[in-house]
């Protein structure tokens, strides 16, 4: 069964370091995801790529998280620099058609520690 | 006011016993509703579509009431296996298709 594959798994990283996380999506699915989730609560949309574009970031941000998918196959979600409060996990979803009934498929995630 | 909000529990229960959430939302304007389950340090994975005439998939029963804006799901004859954290999600009326998730209900079932 096709997955959508994340890396790395677990980052520990100090405040103000540059951290990458990298997400690639099951082949096929148009529609992209990284969502954030802090212990205790539900995933938050950070972004959305409809291929190569940017369709929704409303949450995401922007001084210091950048997200791209250049080829519009897999993506990269950069934080720069890192804070204490970014600690959490990042999850990398896909779909194929957001305009239809339809399933996201989470990837692994990767759990931050910012120290 | 959250979105799609959710009691978090802990629900703790017996093995067989039937045990239900439920989740609200504020957007009149959601049009399709979810459950994912998400085991401890896990990815989230759907679990069952929900619609407005409600529907079943085994031991699992989801309902939709529009009017109160309101989402339930019922387990029935529980098993130690259904231990996780439930996640109520509204679909957005946007043509993105953002899904808004509630911040998951835990349930532990008991031998």
């Known amino acids: 069964e096709a997955e959508v594959a994340q890396s790395p798994r677990y980052k520990i990283t100090e405040k103000s370091q540059a951290v990458a996380f990298w997400c690639d999506p099951i082949s096929g699915h148009a529609t992209l995801y990284w969502y954030r989730q802090i212990l205790g609560q539900g995933p938050e949309l950070l972004v959305q790529f409809q291929d190569e574009s940017v369709v929704d970031d409303s949450q995401l941000p922007k001084d210091r998280f950048s997200a791209e998918r250049l080829k519009g196959v897999d993506s990269t979600l950069k934080i720069q620099p890192a804070e204490l409060g970014d600690s959490a996990m990042y999850l990398c979803?896909?779909?194929?058609?957001?305009?239809?009934?339809?399933?996201?498929?989470f990837g692994p995630g990767t759990r931050l520690t910012v120290t | 006011r959250k979105e799609v909000e959710q009691d978090p529990g802990p629900f703790n229960v017996p093995e067989g016993a039937t045990v239900a959430f439920n989740c609200t939302y504020s957007n009149s304007a959601s049009q399709s509703f979810f459950w994912y389950r998400q085991d401890c340090r896990k990815e989230p994975k759907l679990l069952m579509s929900?619609?407005?005439s409600g529907n079943e998939d085994g031991r699992f029963t989801a309902q939709l009431n529009r009017a109160s804006q309101y989402i339930s799901l019922l387990i029935r004859d529980s098993k130690l296996s259904d231990s996780a954290t439930y996640l109520c999600?509204?679909?957005?009326?946007?043509?993105?298709?953002?899904?808004?998730f509630g911040q998951g209900t835990t349930l532990q079932v008991k031998p």
């Open positions: 979803a896909s779909s194929t058609n957001p305009g239809t009934v339809y399933e996201q498929y």
């Open positions: 929900v619609y407005s």
């Open positions: 999600v509204a679909k957005s009326s946007s043509n993105t298709g953002k899904l808004i």
